[in-house]
């Protein structure tokens, strides 16, 4: 899943550095969020012929477990946020939509 997380790393400026001022942090990740998780829904069967992966659904939850590592990372280069900052932002409306996405993308590969 490196392929997601690229595109994640080319959307996630254009989001905050675009849509974020123009429509809001919800109205960007409303943007984004189906983007990313579209092509995750392309890319995950492709990975998974491609590498006969059996065990899709631990696929899947170890692509989340590394995204969310990512993603702590993230938010402690880039805004300085130490973990208790990192988990308050997740009760956030924009927290609770990205979490849904989480839940989302860890699945995918487990669809099929």
């Given at each position: 899943m490196l392929a997601a997380f690229a595109a994640g790393f080319v959307l996630g400026p254009i989001r905050e550095f675009l849509l974020v001022p123009a429509m809001g942090r919800i109205g960007a990740l409303l943007v984004e969020l189906?983007?990313?998780?579209l092509f995750c829904a392309w890319i995950a069967p492709r990975i998974i012929?491609?590498?006969a992966v059996r065990a899709r659904l631990a696929?899947?939850?170890?692509?989340l477990a590394l995204l969310l590592v990512l993603e702590f990372l993230a938010g402690v280069a880039l805004r300085g946020w130490d973990l208790a900052e990192w988990l308050a932002d997740f009760a956030t409306p924009p927290g609770l939509l990205t979490l849904a996405a989480y839940a989302v993308f860890a699945w995918l590969p487990?669809?099929?």
């Open positions: 189906p983007l990313l998780l012929r491609r590498f696929m899947g939850l170890c692509a487990a669809r099929g």
